[in-house]
């Protein structure tokens, strides 16, 4: 019956199934999920732990149920598989929720999204499940790396083959294992409201709860606490939520007082307000997107964040209607976004093996338009979230070839060094440091 059921539990079987079978965005569903859910301030942490974990976890959740049912896991009702995916997360990851506790109300929600026999099958299945990860046999890796890799750190097998064929098998294994950890929230200090050393006292006043944890000037970590959207700081503009690794392109373009800049692909505004942060609100900062929906977010974030001179425009990047003449280009592209795993762990049930190059050939004429529209002796940067060999050195090889007399690479912020793979380019993989993997490319147009 429905009263014995959890319904946190439940609303995070609502929440997998749009996941996925639907293709749904994991912060969308549970965003929504969360506005309409009657549970405590635990409750929505143990839901938001149960719905990203179980994602991040989906092929080792997968691989201990095959081992245990009698039928193909497609077989199952899908209400049933993912009660079951929740159940395996539960035992391998979650100190906190007792193994009787797990099988009980998973056995209660078999039921009451199935039946009696499914209550049963879930019942059978779950009090065989290992309790702990180290008791999980898994794929040998001396017979099949990529499968162990896959199964171990729930990434699919094309993406771990791409990622050793790219890196080696160690760099790849070292990435497959970042790629599937929780990321810790980061934050960019808005320094037109304060400054870092304030907004770290500020956090810290009555216990440990953020540190300084990279180099990114702005950057602070999240070590605890409530969410930091519903906090006054952040309603009063002194932050926004953003990973360290994404605050470094506008640290490249290096924008000054009086520029006109350009974010070609801007929504939802995160750089084009830390544009003009850099500034000091001092240069003129044109937010493209071609998106018109999403344009509110960057007038959102702008107001909040107490900046001006930050000007929303709606148009497709690769057919601008804008002037030449921009000091200053950020082409921060569409891409893959496999660089931010840890907090997107949905994208990689998504993301299919063409992508890669599909996106490059958008990103290369979006990069081209940027060239253009750059004035003589100006600076364009391109930056992705991904670290894709298409997304990024072919790109930045089919620019500089197609634009050989136009522009020319150049070396960033000294700071920058550490991260950097060639002249002029720079990139960040997951398990460097605990950013967000990343590619980031300066240019100077010629004079």
């Known amino acids: 019956m429905k009263h014995d059921v959890d319904m946190v539990r439940n ?4 929440v997998l199934l749009r996941v996925f079978f639907e293709g749904a965005y994991l912060n969308i569903v549970l965003d929504k999920a969360l506005q ?3 549970v405590s301030e635990r409750g929505r942490r ?6 990203y974990g179980t994602t991040r976890h989906k092929t080792l959740c997968d691989y201990v149920l ?10 199952l009702p899908r209400p049933v598989l993912v009660v079951l995916r929740l159940g395996v997360f539960q035992a391998l990851f979650l100190n906190q929720v007792t193994f009787p506790a797990m099988v009980h109300t998973s056995v209660e929600l078999a039921r009451y999204r199935g039946h009696a026999g499914t209550a ?3 019942n059978a299945v779950l009090r065989k499940v290992p309790q702990k990860l180290e008791d999980v046999d898994l794929p040998p890796r001396e017979e099949d790396v990529v ?15 791409n990622w050793i064929d790219e890196f080696g098998e160690e760099r790849a294994e070292a990435i497959c294992i970042a790629s599937n950890t929780e990321a810790p929230t980061t934050i960019r200090v808005n320094t037109l409201r304060t400054n870092v050393e304030a907004l770290l006292a500020a956090f810290n006043e009555k216990e440990p709860v953020a540190v300084k944890r990279t180099p990114v000037p702005e950057e602070l970590t999240l070590l605890a606490g409530p969410p930091p959207a519903r906090s006054k700081r952040f309603s009063e503009g002194d932050f926004i939520v953003q990973d360290a ?18 974010d070609l692909c801007a929504a939802p505004g995160t750089k084009s307000t830390h544009l003009a942060q850099l500034t000091g609100d001092a240069a003129r900062v044109i937010a493209m997107d071609i998106h018109p929906g999403k344009l509110g977010l960057v007038r959102q974030n702008a107001a909040r964040l107490g900046i001006e001179r930050v000007y929303p425009v709606c148009g497709d990047g690769t057919k601008p209607p804008l002037r030449q003449g921009f000091d200053r280009v950020l082409v921060d592209a569409p891409c893959t976004g496999l660089g931010t795993l840890r907090r997107h762990p949905d994208l990689k049930w998504r993301a299919q093996p063409d992508a890669p190059a599909r996106l490059a050939a958008l990103q290369l004429e979006l990069l081209r338009s940027a060239v253009d529209l750059c004035k003589n002796g100006g600076v364009v940067v391109y ?6 060999r298409a997304e990024t050195t072919d790109v930045a090889r089919a620019v500089t070839q197609a634009e050989s007399e136009n522009v020319a690479l150049e070396e960033g912020p000294e700071w920058f060094r550490q991260w950097q793979i060639s002249p002029g380019q720079y990139r960040i993989l997951p398990e460097k440091g605990g950013l967000d993997g990343f590619f980031l490319m300066r240019l100077r147009k010629r004079c």
């Open 11 to 14: 609303t995070a079987v609502d």
């Open 36 to 38: 309409r859910a009657d």
């Open 46 to 51: 143990f839901l938001t732990q149960l719905v």
């Open 66 to 75: 095959a081992a245990r049912l009698h039928q193909p896991l497609d077989q």
């Open 120 to 122: 049963r099958v879930a």
């Open 147 to 161: 499968r162990h890799l896959s199964v171990r750190c729930s990434m699919p097998e094309w993406l771990v083959r």
């Open 245 to 262: 690794a994404s605050m470094l392109p506008p640290h490249l373009l290096e924008p000054n007082a009086g520029d006109r800049v350009l």
């Open 383 to 388: 930056s992705v979230c991904t670290f894709t």
